[in-house]
């Protein structure tokens, strides 16, 4: 009996298990779970939070937010918000700055894709880089200030960069392929697309943003209407 006793009082420690091994199953085990808890949780929250789109409809909404930001409506509330926060008063100025670089464009486009004989077309261009050197050498030397240098610059060249374009569409025009006629119908739809963007910028000093928006819906339906 002693025995036996003694032989199980020996062998009840030996199937006791290890106190920092049990821990540590312990502690990997609430890591598991916390770990699983935490991907189903941020699973939750992409599928509710981010959109699940594709490359079109990103592509799409992409073209969507493009034209908000080039829509009429943001560039009126920016440039009251240029004048109402920032004291920006010269509004013709600021409109003169924001088509800068859409006219050089229009200069590239001049310069490669509308055709004329070549001869024409280097003389054209070399005309037009010669007249911007001197109207720029001259606006240094009159004024001091750059941006009275830039409105110097933009009285006198613009007009003669779009005299090329009107003559090169003259030359190369295609009867029966262009509606408008580059003499008549596109310089007119030109002079009345600045001309709106004047007034409106100039009707803008003295108008709010709500102002302002409500008379640029109304601008869509009358347009749409006439």
């Known amino acids: 009996m002693r025995a036996s006793q003694g032989s199980g009082g020996g062998a009840a420690p030996a199937k006791e298990e290890d106190p920092t091994k049990r821990l540590i199953r312990i502690c990997l085990s609430i890591a ?3 770990n699983k808890t935490f991907l189903l949780l941020t699973s939750c929250l992409q599928t509710l939070l981010l959109p699940q789109l ?11 937010v493009l034209q908000v930001v080039s829509s009429d ?5 920016l440039a009251k918000c240029l004048q109402s926060y920032y004291n920006m008063n010269n509004l013709l100025l600021l409109l003169s700055l924001s088509s800068f670089v859409p006219f050089m464009r ?27 050197i001197t109207i720029l050498v001259l606006g240094i030397g009159t004024y001091e ?11 006198v060249w613009p007009w003669l960069v779009l005299t090329s374009i009107v003559s090169r569409l003259f030359i190369e025009r295609q009867a029966g392929r262009n509606p408008f006629s580059p003499v008549k119908d596109l310089p007119f739809m030109g ?16 108008m709010t943003i709500t102002d302002c928006l409500v008379l640029m819906v109304l601008d869509n339906v009358l347009a749409a209407a006439v």
């Open 32 to 34: 598991v779970r916390v």
């Open 54 to 64: 594709s490359k079109y409809q990103y592509r799409v909404y992409l073209l969507y």
């Open 73 to 77: 409506v943001f560039q009126m509330m």
């Open 106 to 132: 229009v200069v590239y486009n001049l310069w490669t894709f509308i055709p004329c004989p070549a001869m024409a077309s280097i003389i054209s261009n070399v005309a037009l880089l010669l007249s911007l």
């Open 145 to 155: 200030n750059m941006f009275m240098v830039f409105t110097y610059v933009n009285m």
């Open 191 to 206: 002079f009345l697309g600045a001309g709106s963007w004047v007034l409106c910028f100039m009707a803008l000093k003295q």
